[in-house]
C-alpha cells in the first residue's frame, strides 16, 4: 500500500520506462525472495501477496545452468529464492570457488545456504577488491534483473516494478550497472513492452508504515 505514496527522493529509476495506471509488481530480495503484485483497480493498487519466490529458478544463460548443475545436488529441487537472496549470493559465490569458475581471492569463508558472509561478499564485489565477490554479485544481479522481468510479464506490471527489501539499497551502485536491465528487458516477443516498463528501488524505510497510514486513511474516508 506504501508504493502509491512514495515520493521521487524515496525511490531511484533504474529504467524511467513510461508512466502507466497499470499493474505493478514489488520484488524483494533479503534473507529470502518475497513479491507481490499490486493490480489496478479504479483508482487504487490493491496488493496481492505471492510466494513466487519458491518457484522454479529458470537458468536464462550457459553460466546459470552450471549453477544449477551445482545447486541441484545440494538442493535438489532449486528455487529461485536459493538464487535471489543473501544466501543465494552465498550460493554464487560458492558455485565459484567450488567449480574453479574463478579463484577465490576474497578471503571470506561460506558455505552453501550461509547468510552472514552475503554482506561481505556485496562490500567486497563493490570496493572492486575481490575478482569472485565481483563475479558473483555481477552472476546474482543478473539473475535478479532476469526474475524481475519475469515477474513483470507474469503480472503484466506495466505500471512499475519496484525493487525492495534490504539487498537492492546495499548493492545500489552495482544495480546502476548495465546488468540488471540486460536481463530485465530482452524476453521476446515482449521485450519492448518490458523497456517502457518503470524500474525503481525503493530507497525508503518507512514503507511499510507509510502503508499502514494510507489503510487506515482510506478506511475512514
Not at 520506462?17 to 497499470?22: K, L, M, R, V, Y
Not at 524483494?28 to 522454479?56: F, I, K, M, Q, Y
Not at 554482506?119 to 539473475?143: D, G, H, K
Amino acid at each position: 500500500y506504501g508504493l502509491a505514496d512514495l515520493g521521487p527522493d524515496e525511490m531511484e529509476t533504474l529504467q524511467a520506462g513510461e508512466i502507466h495506471a497499470g499493474n505493478r509488481a514489488l520484488v524483494s530480495p533479503g534473507t529470502g525472495l518475497g513479491e507481490c503484485l499490486l493490480l489496478r483497480d479504479g483508482n487504487r493498487h490493491l496488493p496481492v501477496g505471492s510466494e513466487g519466490g519458491h518457484a522454479d529458478f529458470a537458468p536464462r544463460t550457459d553460466e546459470e545452468i552450471d549453477l544449477l548443475r551445482y545447486l541441484r545436488p545440494i538442493w535438489g529441487r532449486v528455487s529461485v529464492e536459493r538464487v535471489v537472496s543473501g544466501p543465494g549470493l552465498v550460493n554464487v559465490f560458492c558455485w565459484l570457488r567450488d567449480t574453479g569458475v574463478v579463484e577465490d581471492d576474497s578471503g571470506i569463508a561460506a558455505g552453501p545456504g550461509d547468510s552472514a558472509p552475503a554482506a561481505r561478499i556485496s562490500e567486497a564485489a563493490l570496493a572492486e577488491t575481490s575478482r569472485i565477490a565481483t563475479e558473483a554479485l555481477r552472476v546474482w544481479i543478473s539473475a535478479f534483473g532476469s526474475h524481475a522481468g519475469n515477474t513483470a510479464l507474469r503480472g503484466y506490471a506495466v505500471g512499475g516494478v519496484y525493487l525492495g527489501g534490504g539487498i537492492p539499497l546495499r548493492i545500489l551502485p552495482a544495480l546502476r550497472g548495465p546488468a540488471f536491465l540486460e536481463a530485465f528487458c530482452p524476453k521476446s516477443p515482449h521485450e519492448a513492452m518490458l523497456r517502457q516498463v518503470p524500474v525503481h528501488v525503493v530507497l525508503s524505510a518507512d514503507t511499510t508504515l507509510t502503508g499502514a497510514a494510507c489503510v487506515a486513511r482510506d478506511a475512514v474516508t
